[in-house]
């Protein structure tokens, strides 16, 4: 019995150990939505959480991670003003963007995050295509997915004439592996 209970708490200290902080000050998110027939790209800084990624070992990888929405940054003041109010992102109330994982799978072209995306308290299952590169002693997962703004009730009042329904949003973010 003593032996097994060693055991589980050896596993449970190895799945700690290598999970790796989010590197928040390269870590970001970027985005790209149309907006009265233009394309307006913006970034979210502070991508804080804990990666445990293993090619090897897909069934124990994961990931939990949020982004602060009041940094959003459009290069417009009164734009990022706007989008910080109860009618987008509601920071007052709402101050975090979630994902976590559900389950990791190999792809052709690299690997799939079954996720559940959290904002303004909505959840929803999301699902993530991403690579991995390994560089200087970080590991870059780099993926792209697209999100339905009105299912988080994103500018629910705005309609896709004025702002797009869909939001195209880009996540690189790098953990050391030191």
Known sequence: MKKLLLFALALCFAQITFAQKI??????????????????????????GTVNFDADNLETSSFEATIDPSTVDTESKGRDKHLQKDDFFGVATFPVVKVSSDKLTKTETGYEAAATLTIRDVSTPITIPFTVEEQEGQQHLIGTLMIERKKYALGEKMGAGSIGLEVKVDIDCIVDLK
Do not use: A, H
């Open 23 to 48: 590197d928040t000050k390269v870590s970001k998110v970027t985005f790209e939505v149309s907006n009265m027939g233009k394309i307006v790209k913006g970034t979210m800084l502070n991508l804080v």
